[in-house]
């Protein structure tokens, strides 16, 4: 698993934004996974957020299921983590 870093702000923060540039060679098989601080910065009821080691640790332990699957997995190790906690992946607008 490699993590690509941010190298900017926010995309859609600002109208005129320039951003550096990563290259990744992707193959048959790779799984590239893009999330919002919505899921790493969700929060349990002790105010620890989920954060990036519990997201990474459910992508790999589900990276070889459809997509479907690996979205649901992280939802529901979201929403125990956060145990009743409203996140910004739980609000409904």
Do not use: C, K, S
Not at 11 to 40: A, S, W
């Amino acid at each position: 698993m490699q993590r690509l870093e941010a190298n900017g702000l926010p995309i859609g923060l600002f109208p005129v934004v320039e951003y550096g540039r990563v290259e990744v060679t992707l193959g048959p098989g790779d799984l590239l996974v893009l999330y919002t601080d919505g899921i790493t910065e969700a929060a349990n009821p002790e105010n620890d957020e989920f954060g990036l080691d519990r997201l990474q640790a459910v992508v790999q332990e589900h990276a070889q299921e459809p997509l479907v699957a690996l979205a649901v997995a992280i939802e529901t190790a979201l929403e125990v983590f956060a145990d009743g906690t409203p996140t910004a992946t739980t609000a409904r607008w």
